[in-house]
T-cell receptor, first 111, second 115 residues
Framework: DQQVKQNSPSLSVQEGRISILNCDYTNSMFDYFLWYKKYPAEGPTFLISISSIKDKNEDGRFTVFLNKSAKHLSLHIVPSQPGDSAVYFCAASGNTGKLIFGQGTTLQVKP | EPEVTQTPSHQVTQMGQEVILRCVPISNHLYFYWYRQILGQKVEFLVSFYNNEISEKSEIFDDQFSVERPDGSNFTLKIRSTKLEDSAMYFC?????????????FGQGTRLTVV
């Protein structure tokens, strides 16, 4: 089941620069998209979300962009900080509430 | 800040044994979920639960699995006869609403190791 894909398993950026994490989906019925951050041995922590009626949502250093026609969303982190180093999961949901997760992207922010 | 709590943090069990994983969702939440993550793989949906019944389950959630809300606070996942392939991190999550766009809050997980 590859309804949500994160094609980059890892990303390394310098502190202070922009991190861009990408996610693609295939199911047109998804109407809500979320990004979760996960540290080892912890549960996913909610970061930011976007409804399908919007194309952008911003919260501090984090911005999520949604391109419905391309079935693509991205998470921008500006400026990146070493504490942002974690695994980032993209997730999507439709009207049933269950989340379909991507494989995750490991972000490393170097000081 | 309210949080979802899970116990135990790590459970080791013999193949064929029954295990019960426990969760205390956030108190005003109405929708409860179990997910799992096998090492190196993505987080997968197992089951959703609302109003004391299963609202949706995945193919993974076969007859060996069951969920229960035995009282007003706990939400449990039981695996009747564990297999080696059940070894994974199991995450409980809860949401206040289902159809309104709200995020699910996850617990810290229970690492289940079947030997």
């Amino acid at each position: 089941d590859q309804q949500v894909k994160q094609n980059s398993p890892s990303l390394s950026v310098q502190e202070g620069r922009i991190s861009i994490l990408n996610c693609d989906y295939t199911n047109s019925m998804f109407d809500y998209f979320l990004w979760y951050k996960k540290y080892p041995a912890e549960g996913p922590t909610f970061l930011i979300s976007i409804s399908s009626i919007k194309d952008k949502n911003e919260d501090g250093r984090f911005t999520v962009f949604l391109n419905k026609s391309a079935k693509h969303l991205s998470l921008h982190i500006v400026p990146s900080q070493p504490g942002d180093s974690a695994v980032y999961f993209c997730a999507a949901s439709g009207n049933t509430g269950k989340l379909i997760f991507g494989q995750g992207t490991t972000l490393q922010v170097k000081p | 800040e309210p949080e979802v709590t899970q116990t135990p943090s790590h459970q080791v069990t013999q193949m064929g044994q029954e295990v019960i994983l426990r969760c205390v969702p956030i108190s005003n939440h109405l929708y409860f979920y179990w997910y799992r993550q096998i090492l190196g793989q993505k987080v997968e949906f197992l089951v959703s639960f609302y109003n004391n019944e299963i609202s949706e389950k995945s193919e993974i959630f076969d007859d060996q699995f069951s969920v229960e809300r035995p009282d007003g606070s706990n939400f449990t996942l039981k695996i009747r006869s564990t297999k080696l392939e059940d070894s994974a991190m199991y995450f409980c999550a809860s949401k206040e609403w289902q159809t309104v766009n709200t995020e699910a809050f996850f617990g810290q997980g229970t690492r289940l190791t079947v030997v």
